[in-house]
């Protein structure tokens, strides 16, 4: 609560901060700039795509892969730009079946 005064009623100033518009939020987040990504096909017309940090390590990478195949039994592809893609199936659910693979 408030008062006449403009402060709060254990005698703090209010402070005003300006509104932030979607525009203005939009505009600040960082651009994404194609890779990484983990991409499952749903159905064959939708996709459920997971936009990964560019610092994110390939070993990262497939883990999450990895955890997306035990969550819902589908098969996700991790997309690196350099390194390729890598599918994970439920048969291949953990890193030391693509360290021998």
């Not at 901060?17 to 651009?31: F, H, Y």
């Not at 017309?45 to 390939?58: F, K, M, R, S």
Request: proline letters at 8%; one cysteine or more; aromatic letters at 4%.
């Amino acid at each position: 609560m408030r008062d006449e005064a403009g402060t709060t009623t254990k005698g703090r100033p209010i402070q005003h901060v300006p509104a932030i518009t979607d525009a203005e939020r939009i505009a600040a987040l960082p651009l994404f700039n194609g890779h990484p990504y983990v991409v499952t096909k749903l159905v064959p017309a939708l996709y459920h795509l997971i936009l990964v940090p560019a610092h994110a390590g390939e070993e990262w990478l497939l883990r999450l892969a990895i955890e997306q195949v035990r969550a819902n039994a589908l098969c996700p592809t991790a997309c690196r730009r350099k390194q390729g893609t890598i599918t994970v199936t439920p048969s291949h659910t953990s890193m030391s079946a693509y360290a021998a693979a």
